[in-house]
């Protein structure tokens, strides 16, 4: 089952008084892989909790007819919506296998099923190729490279069937091949599912982004494609630090905004 788009509109949360996500507005659709971007604190995570039914929100959120706001977590789970987060939420002591059953609400009862590919259900099984773990199914998860963990995790939306993959920082901590294998991941899943992508890593959403939201103190700052965020001044001025946003090393290294002098670069901060 597929949905075509998720849209967002007017979305505002608050904590306590404090204005988290103010009159935030974007969409995703279907053959894209969207990216939501932004300083530390900016609103990103608090986008992905008030559409998974995390956090109370006002405004709008819909994959195609159905309004998301307001619902219960697991209403909307059923819906077809599935996150990641930002530290990898699986069971350690787990085989892969043994994992993507619970995912997929199966029970494995005898062992030597964890040992052969005989038995796996066939969403497990096209879940185990997707993501490229089919040779680890009797693994651990606990073992598992970081990239084959957060793998793991996207596997385990797919066999719960996700329409919508809502994902948290899936690169960080990844060496520069699982960032581009996992890069090439979402364009596969892209063509099938809504995916929604919040990042800190510059290199990673320049080769992969099809269209980008920039947040900024819980506001839109800017969107569209990456050539048009890169080359929107606002952005500019956040991300050099002149509006002094930008607190991490990766916000800081934007080789190829087009315009800046690298000598004019904010220097990485240790
Ligand atoms: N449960 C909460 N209670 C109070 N304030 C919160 C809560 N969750 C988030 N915030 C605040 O809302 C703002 C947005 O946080 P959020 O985590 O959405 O930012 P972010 O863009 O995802 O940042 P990061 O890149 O650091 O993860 C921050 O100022 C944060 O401290």
């Known amino acids: 089952m597929t949905a075509a788009s998720l849209v967002v509109k007017d979305l505002?949360?608050?904590?306590?008084?404090?204005v988290a996500v103010d009159g935030v507005s974007f969409d995703a659709h279907l053959g894209e892989v969207r990216f939501l971007i932004g300083p530390n604190g900016a609103g990103k995570t608090t986008c992905i909790d008030a559409i998974t039914g995390l956090s109370k929100?006002?405004?709008?959120?819909?994959?195609?007819?159905?309004?998301l706001l307001g619902r219960p977590v697991h209403k909307i789970v059923r819906l077809g919506v599935g996150r990641t987060f930002q530290t990898a939420s699986v069971f350690d002591e787990l085989s892969v296998l043994q994992n993507l059953d619970i995912a997929a609400g199966r029970h494995r009862p005898s062992v030597s099923l964890l040992r052969t590919r005989r038995g796996v259900d066939p969403a497990i099984a096209q879940a185990l190729e997707e993501t490229g773990l089919a040779d680890e199914i009797?693994?651990?998860?606990?073992?598992?490279?970081h990239g084959q963990?957060?793998?793991l995790e996207i596997a385990m939306l797919l066999v719960q069937d996700a329409r919508v993959l809502l994902l948290d920082e899936p690169v960080a901590g990844m060496s520069q091949d699982e960032r581009t294998a996992t890069g090439e991941l979402l364009q596969r899943l892209a063509a099938k599912r809504i995916v929604l992508v919040v990042e800190h890593d510059m290199d990673f959403m320049r080769r992969f982004a099809t269209r980008v939201t920039v947040l900024h103190q819980g506001r839109v700052l800017s969107q569209g494609s990456v050539a048009d965020v890169?080359?929107?001044?606002?952005?500019?001025?956040?991300y050099l630090g002149t509006a002094g946003a930008a607190t991490t090393a990766d916000m800081l290294a934007v080789p190829d905004?087009?315009?800046?002098?690298?000598?004019?670069?904010?220097?990485e901060v240790d």
């Open 57 to 67: 929100a006002a405004g709008s959120a819909r994959i195609g007819e159905q309004e």
């Open 230 to 238: 890169q080359a929107d001044g606002k952005v500019q001025e956040v």
């Open 12 to 18: 505002h949360v608050e904590f306590s008084g404090f």
């Open 149 to 151: 963990k957060q793998w």
């Open 257 to 267: 905004l087009p315009g800046v002098a690298a000598g004019t670069q904010k220097q």
């Open 138 to 145: 009797a693994t651990p998860a606990g073992i598992l490279s």
